[in-house]
């Protein structure tokens, strides 16, 4: 039995040509036309790439940061000690430690949404790789949040730092920013990220490198975008 659509959602798809493929201007201009819920949504990518990530060289992994930043508040907790933990808090870390920061999580303490560490902190995080492997929080070279320059990895993740993976059928998804930000800040944000996704292109990868894309709304349908305009943000 078909699902009956809510009158919002009716009301939304009336907004939307379906059938049409938006250049990457429109769909963001339109956005915000889109909001229904009480709450800043968030503005979210969709891509789907042509990338095997069973292969190595075709899992694209990575981090960038967004010039107008992400509206949300980050809580960073950071593994390192003497010294680059006095950095880590005087670059604003919410929660600096080592040995009892692992204890804390073990016993099933987890109030933060980025974890950076030293590169001599990993072996000690071994030990709750498996509570922070599946949440994505374990810390990753790729991403930046394995340094010795903890100071700058804290100020890129309250500063608007999205962290983006492909998963095993090709998707990358990510927040852009809020539903609030004017539509040159959103702009800028969607140009600085998608340039992020093509400049990590594997010179494996062979045909059309995006194969769809979209924005929507944390509550809203999805707007599709013309992916060759989209592979040419460079």
Not at 15 to 37: F, N, Q
Not at 109 to 128: E, Q, R, Y
Request: net charge positive.
């Amino acid at each position: 039995m078909a699902k009956r659509l809510s009158k919002k959602r009716k009301a939304l798809l009336e907004k939307i040509d379906t059938s049409k493929i938006y250049s990457v201007d429109e769909a963001i201009g339109m956005i915000k036309d889109l909001k229904t819920a009480k709450f800043d949504e968030t503005v979210e990518v969709a891509l789907n790439l042509n990338v095997d990530p069973r292969h190595a060289d075709q899992m694209i992994r990575g981090s960038v940061v967004l010039p107008h930043g992400t509206g949300k508040k980050v809580r960073v907790a950071v593994f390192a000690k003497d010294a680059k933990a006095d950095e880590a808090k005087e670059a604003g870390a919410d929660i600096v430690g080592n040995a009892e920061l692992i204890e804390s999580i073990q016993a099933g303490n987890i109030d933060f949404d980025i974890v950076i560490a030293t590169p001599d902190m990993m072996g000690m995080l071994g030990k709750v790789a498996r509570i922070l492997g599946p949440k994505g929080l374990m810390p990753n070279p790729k991403t930046g949040t394995v340094t010795m320059d903890v100071a700058q990895a804290v100020k890129n993740a309250k500063g608007g730092q999205v962290n983006f993976r492909v998963d095993k059928k090709g998707n990358i998804h990510a927040g852009i920013g809020k539903v609030s930000f004017d539509t040159d800040k959103l702009k800028e944000n969607f140009k600085t990220f998608v340039e992020a996704i093509n400049k990590a292109k594997p010179a494996s990868a062979k045909g059309r490198y995006v194969l769809n894309a979209a924005v929507s709304l944390t509550m809203s349908p999805s707007l599709k975008l013309d992916t060759a305009e989209v592979m040419e943000i460079k």
